[in-house]
């Protein structure tokens, strides 16, 4: 498969080139007046793992993707280590995520598969398994020393898990991908619930993963297999593979990058896998098939670093990877190079060398739940993994997890050609689990009354373009003007404040980047785009807030003070919301445990990223 995909290269490149050309056109998407436009906000999770996953299937997981789908449609069900739980409020649309390499193996393996007993290492690890420790022994640990002895055992099964390809047939893989289209396409019910079809494509070290999410059915999907890194531990490799599916099928497909912020400086880079300066194919193919990425998820926050942003005191929000620092790196170039905030600054120089910007992406978040629950609620948290479930060990050792993220989609409809069309032109945004509705429009002509329009979305359409699109220059020197709306989550905290952040390339070739305050809660005055601290309502013995701060809604028309014509930009919104217990202060009050070590965060800022808009003169 490595070298058929060398092969196809050279075509696909073509392919993209004419599909981006399409996408480009599509930027400026505005709907006219009195034609349909997205009047809905969806969510979903495009990231979540069973049993099926291998690494997941060795931390303990028993979580059938069965199970998994009922969970996101909000019926209750039982969790590995035995707890009936329900999700809170159900999602519109999931895709399960497991990782292609050895997809569906362990399951097999250890109810005694025949061919899989008899490849590498296969009675080995039926044994192995046969004596760990079941999931609800460890959660139930007499005492703490017991629990991390237990855990350190459970989790000794992800590397029994990883023990490199075990040799399966092609007719083996292709029966367990069918397995996985089916029950997707079991329970896809258009307009009430949606599923894609997907899997995990997980090159590393360093990680450079990415979800495979398809638009299409079982017609369009059984006809192709899970790319993994058996097959190539190139992205480059994987678009390729994935251009001449949609090339060769007409159904769409894309990639999804995840934890650039553990990439160790290997995301984000100019240049090719192979370190080669990139070139205008290789932008447009990117740019083609990643159209959006992940920004927040459990294994920590993407947008940006305080080395990359030490101007933002917002930047340090739940911040991984400080111990993953290669030591042949320097921490400026590990992270300028891992997070999302430089990557779009670097997409505008590139795209002064190119003609084409491969970084030009939308923003989702997802889960990465290893124990199939998509919950990214800190008052209802259900770990990162199987042994990471509650109980009243894990403040005391699993603090290091955070409960994020969503992805959210503007569409016209829960359908996978809607929310697939949304992906695409990147009408999409994050949140680290509430569920905030935010609009943001660009334009010429709002007028500062527009905000507080009932007919604000008709009216942002109708007069610009919406988070994802590109705006470009009517007349030389005006500053645009943006349209931005956020709402509480119905179930949730008050916002503090709507911040505008905006990256720029100068005509020398600078890059810089500024963060706006530009509307807040209360009787708070923002001054030269600075909003004081809103103060806290946290009760830490209780594991309470109160919405006595914040407000239920913002909205505001903004014009960019600094803006200069002659200079590439691009603006994004940071929505936060005032503090509220973070998920470490839920589990010691409910389990009554000693305080978490020093330096665990007890109060989260919850928040929500948009979409950029493209300002390109």
Not at 190 to 199: E, K, L, Q, S, W
Not at 491 to 518: C, M, P
């Amino acid at each position: 498969m490595f070298f058929l995909s060398r092969i196809i290269r050279c075509v696909t490149v073509i392919v993209a080139l004419m599909a981006a050309a399409d996408a480009w056109a599509g930027d400026a998407y505005a709907p006219t007046v009195g034609d349909a436009f997205p009047d809905t906000v969806y969510w979903g999770d495009t990231h979540l793992h069973t049993y099926l996953s291998a690494d997941a299937f060795g931390m303990g997981n028993r979580t059938t993707p069965e199970t998994a789908y009922r969970f996101a449609k909000g019926e209750e069900v039982t969790t590995t280590g035995g707890e009936r739980v329900r999700l809170r409020r159900p999602l519109d649309f999931i895709m399960i995520s497991d990782h292609a390499e050895n997809l569906g193996i362990l399951p097999r393996l250890i109810a005694g598969d025949e061919q899989l007993l008899a490849g590498p290492d296969g009675p080995a690890t039926v044994a192995f398994f046969a004596e760990a420790p079941p999931l609800d022994r460890v959660l139930n640990a007499s005492d703490l020393e017991a629990f991390k002895a237990l855990s350190t055992t459970l989790m000794e099964g992800k590397a029994a898990a990883s023990t490199g390809d075990r040799g399966v047939d092609e007719a083996f893989r292709r029966q367990v991908w069918h397995a996985v289209i089916e029950v997707a396409e079991r329970h896809n019910d258009p307009g009430t619930f949606t599923t894609f079809a997907g899997y995990e494509y997980s090159s590393n070290p360093p990680m450079l993963h990415r979800n495979v999410l398809y638009a299409g059915g079982p017609e369009s999907t059984r006809q192709t297999m899970p790319f993994s890194k058996w097959d190539s531990a190139n992205p480059e490799d994987l678009w390729a593979y994935l251009a001449e599916y949609e090339a060769r099928t007409g159904s769409g497909v894309i990639a999804i990058p995840h934890n650039s912020n553990l990439s160790r400086g290997r995301m984000f880079t100019g240049q090719t896998h192979a370190g080669d300066p990139m070139t205008a194919d290789y932008a447009a193919l990117r740019v083609e098939r990643e159209p959006v990425v992940e920004v927040t998820q459990m294994k920590g926050d993407s947008e940006t670093h305080p080395i990359a942003s030490p101007d933002d005191p917002y930047a340090d929000f739940e911040t991984w990877g400080g111990a993953n620092f290669d030591k042949n790196d320097t921490p400026n170039a590990w992270v300028s190079n891992s997070y999302v905030r430089p990557a779009l600054k670097r997409g505008l120089g590139l795209e002064a060398e190119l003609g084409v910007n491969p970084f030009k992406f939308g923003l989702i978040g997802s889960t990465d739940s290893h124990n199939g629950l998509a919950t990214a609620d800190s008052g209802n948290f259900w770990g990162k993994f199987a042994g990471n479930e509650p109980s009243p060990f894990r403040a005391l050792t699993g603090t290091i997890y955070t409960a994020s993220g969503y992805a959210a989609v503007w569409a016209e409809a829960n359908t996978r050609q809607a929310l697939f069309a949304a992906f695409k032109r990147r009408e999409v945004y994050a949140t680290t689990g509430p569920r905030i509705v935010l609009r943001f429009f660009g334009g010429w002509d709002y007028a500062d009354a527009d905000a507080a329009r009932p007919d604000f979305a008709e009216l942002g359409y109708r007069k610009g373009v919406p988070m994802g699109g590109d705006l470009a220059q009517t007349e030389s020197g005006k500053s645009p003007r943006f349209l931005i709306r956020a709402v509480k989550d119905p179930d949730g905290a008050n916002l503090d404040r709507i911040q505008v952040v905006k990256g720029w390339r100068t005509l020398g070739g600078e890059l810089f980047e500024r963060v706006y305050d530009v509307a807040g809660s209360g009787d708070r005055v923002i001054e030269d785009g600075v909003l004081e601290d809103i103060g806290s309502t946290v009760d830490f013995e209780a594991a309470t807030y109160l919405n006595t701060i914040g407000a239920p809604e913002l909205a505001v028309t903004w014009s960019d003070p600094d803006f200069d014509h002659r200079h590439a930009a691009f603006y994004y919104v940071r929505v936060l919301e005032i503090p509220t217990p973070r998920w470490t202060t839920y589990d010691v009050v409910r389990f009554d445990t000693p305080s978490p070590p020093e330096g665990t965060p007890l109060v989260i800022q919850e928040r929500a990223y948009s979409s950029p808009i493209w300002y390109t003169p």
